[in-house]
């Protein structure tokens, strides 16, 4: 843990996301931007604070759920709008602190060392930007001493052709800070308390200001949906790398979607198409295309092609095949091949489920479950309608529905007598093809 102090900014009404969502509640691979750049912050302090202000109280309860020992200020937005607004009056622990965006989800901790390594009283960041539209234009001297940042709103012609932007990550000292921040004003386009002036105030101070060339991939902050989505673009890439390095095979990994949370480990193959979401734990497996896996846990067993296990199934050495549904189906030694339902179930070692099998568990108004032993044989098109527990080494014949509990090694079979009727074609249709 460094001595520092970090505060993340995420106060802003993100009004360019055009969402009522709050722009830090945005997910990035599945988790909001706010919780990835948290995680990255409790690696490196244990003294963070965040500001809110646009729905405070939603944004707290939804951080306070996760993490323990944020300190949330509510920033005084009438009288101090802005980014410089959003550090007025907060007490931090230590001598350092690093200011950090809720709308920065691809910072990792590493990405960090180079502000605590200097003791300038400005660190800030700076990358040259492939579309510098938006960002805060970074004016320097001849030396590539920096003299100030000029917002995209304030900047004229020749500052906008700029292509070296504001980061938007700083190191500062903390007493650097308290004398400071007092000496801003709102004298900009958006009448706005900017920390990106506090730069060249302590220019005018002779102060030390240091500025550190950072990746834009690893930097980019996110303000609009097209934002959103090439942070996610770059997330996804980082994740399947990482899974492929660790020697998962992904089969057209561009096509393939893993949650940030997922944990993927062992010899598996995931193949094109597949879409693994929430908190997965998959070992030893092979997901075949265009599955889809939702917080559910796979062993040694192959899922799909074109499988949707949905939350809370746990599937160990089984096969499931191609338009199998699963929902809270713990499953063990299975074959479950083609179209079933298998919903709020226990399968036993064994079992073959036919196609076209169905757990019916819900009956209008409770869900309720079905339990079958092992090596039960269950004929295609068989429904079950759950509650009902079907005792070991049994056989269900086609086309049963099954609506008592089933004794050790019966066959349930429920059909009427097949009947004939002669001549039925003829008269039907009144003539004959043959
Ligand atoms: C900001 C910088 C810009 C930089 C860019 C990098 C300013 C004035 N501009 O612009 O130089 O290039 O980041 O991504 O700082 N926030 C508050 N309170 C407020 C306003 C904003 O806490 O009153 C928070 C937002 O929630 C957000 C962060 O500060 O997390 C940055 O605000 P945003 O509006 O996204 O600033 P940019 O226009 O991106
Ligand atoms: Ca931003």
Do not use: W
Request: proline residues 3%.
């Amino acid at each position: 843990m460094k001595k520092i102090s970090i505060i993340i900014l995420a106060a802003g009404f993100g009004t360019r996301m055009k969402s009522s969502t709050p722009k830090v509640l945005h997910k990035i691979s599945g988790y909001p931007m706010i919780f990835h750049i948290l995680d990255e912050a409790k690696k490196l302090s244990n003294d963070i604070h965040v500001v809110l202000y646009h729905q405070y109280e939603f944004i707290k309860e939804k951080i306070s759920k996760e993490y323990e020992n944020i300190s949330f200020h509510l920033q005084n937005h009438e009288k101090y709008p802005g980014t410089g607004g959003a550090l007025m009056g907060i007490d931090f622990s230590h001598e350092k602190v690093l200011v950090l965006c809720g709308d920065m989800p691809l910072i990792q901790a590493q990405d960090l060392d180079e502000f605590f390594k200097n003791d300038e009283d400005v660190i800030m960041s700076v990358f040259k930007a492939k579309n510098p539209f938006g960002y805060g234009r970074v004016v320097m001297d001849d030396f590539l001493h920096v003299k100030k940042i000029v917002e995209q709103k304030d900047a004229n012609y020749d500052e906008k052709k700029i292509d070296i932007v504001n980061a938007g990550v700083y190191a500062f000292n903390k007493k650097f800070l308290s004398n400071t921040l007092p000496l801003l004003n709102n004298n900009n386009a958006q009448k706005e308390y900017y920390i990106t002036d506090l730069i060249a105030l302590a220019n005018k101070n002779n102060s030390k200001v240091k500025a550190i060339f950072v990746k834009e991939d690893t930097f980019m902050g996110v303000n609009s949906k097209v934002h959103l989505s090439q942070a996610e673009e770059l997330m996804q890439q980082r994740i399947k790398e990482d899974l492929m390095m660790q020697g998962v095979i992904l089969r057209l990994p561009s096509s393939i979607y893993i949650d940030a949370k997922a944990v993927i480990k062992g010899e598996c193959i995931i193949e094109n198409g597949v879409s693994i979401e929430g908190k997965c734990e998959i070992e030893n497996s092979h997901i075949r295309t265009n599955s889809v896996v939702e917080d559910s846990i796979i062993l040694n067993s192959t899922i799909g092609p074109m499988a949707r296990i949905r939350p809370k199934s746990v599937i160990n050495d089984s096969r499931i095949g191609n338009f199998v549904e699963t929902k809270k189906a713990v499953l063990k030694g299975v074959k479950a091949g083609h179209l079933s339902y298998l919903g709020d179930c226990e399968i036993g070692e064994g079992t073959n489920v036919g196609c076209g099998t169905i757990t019916c568990n819900y009956d209008g108004v409770k869900k309720h479950k079905t339990i079958i032993g092992k090596n039960v044989f269950i004929g295609s098109d068989t429904q079950f309608v759950a509650p009902v527990n079907i005792e070991d080494e049994v056989i269900i014949a086609a086309g049963t529905t099954v609506t008592k509990d089933l004794k050790k090694g019966v066959l349930a079979i429920d059909r009427n007598p097949l009947k004939q009727i002669a001549g039925f074609y003829k008269k039907h249709f009144k003539k004959s093809l043959s």
